[in-house]
């Protein structure tokens, strides 16, 4: 079963508008929250990531939000762009386990000009 | 720096075929990684690497090998490919000394088992 539930799989969204991708974990030890963006034909490559010792997290037009208590992180895409358009994944683990990442399935973003 | 580097990009096998996928990175990271994509399913962890000579398996290690003898590479085989083995296959690499450690994906391989 998967770890780590994202939704929606895909979505559409008007240029300049607000992109929204949820993810929850299940594993209260995962400590490291990463996003991936990956382009087609591409691999993935981090965007943006955050710890549970804080609830938000910005950089530039991403921004992660953090809820402990529920177990739920979210990155938010301000001023969505066509150059946003890409498929997202959200990640954790444990600081423990270096190498046990686990990813949601994936939400594919198109931004419509 | 090349980073991550994967080949072939496209390879299609037969059933019971067996291939190697190569994986090389430049960075000398010590921890290395092979990961699957499925549709709806993600990454998932096959094998990964902490340094030479050091393996151990992840998520889905069946039907896959792995071997680290240099720092720099990093090869999964496939002993005997099956269908469901039909995925896109990427490899990581990322330095815990730098503290958030950050993985760095190759370009991927597309594989095809008919």
New interface residues.
């Given amino acids: 079963q998967?770890q780590?539930k994202?939704s929606p799989?895909s979505l559409i969204v008007q240029k300049g508008g607000i992109s929204i991708i949820n993810c929850a974990y299940e594993n209260t030890a995962f400590d490291?929250f990463?996003w991936y963006q990956q382009f087609p034909?591409?691999?993935?490559?981090?965007l943006i990531?955050i710890r549970p010792d804080v609830s938000e997290k910005k950089e530039g037009r991403f921004t992660i939000s953090f809820n402990k208590s529920a177990k739920q992180f979210s990155l938010h895409i301000m001023d969505s762009q066509p150059g946003d358009s890409a498929t997202y994944?959200c990640a954790a683990r444990e600081s423990t386990d270096?190498?046990?990442?686990?990813?949601?399935?994936?939400t594919r973003l198109t931004v419509k000009p | 720096n090349a980073g991550?580097t994967q080949t072939p990009k496209f390879q299609v096998l037969k059933t019971g075929q067996s291939m190697t996928l190569q994986c090389a990175q430049d960075m000398n990271h010590e921890?290395m990684?092979w990961y699957r994509q499925d549709p709806?399913?993600?990454?998932?962890?096959i094998h990964?690497s902490?340094g030479a000579g050091i393996t151990?398996q992840?998520?889905v290690p069946n039907g896959y090998n792995v071997s680290r003898s240099t720092t720099e590479d990093f090869p999964l085989r496939l002993l005997s490919a099956a269908p469901s083995q039909t995925s896109v296959y990427?490899c990581?690499s990322?330095d815990?000394g730098q503290g958030?450690?950050?993985?760095f994906?190759?370009?991927?391989t597309r594989l095809t088992v008919l």
């Fill in positions: 998967q780590v994202q799989q490291y990463p034909g591409k691999g993935p490559a981090l990531a994944f270096n190498n046990d990442m686990r990813f949601g399935a994936g | 991550v921890y990684s709806g399913m993600g990454l998932r962890l990964y902490v151990d992840g998520e990427f990581a990322s815990p958030i450690n950050e993985q994906f190759g370009p991927g």
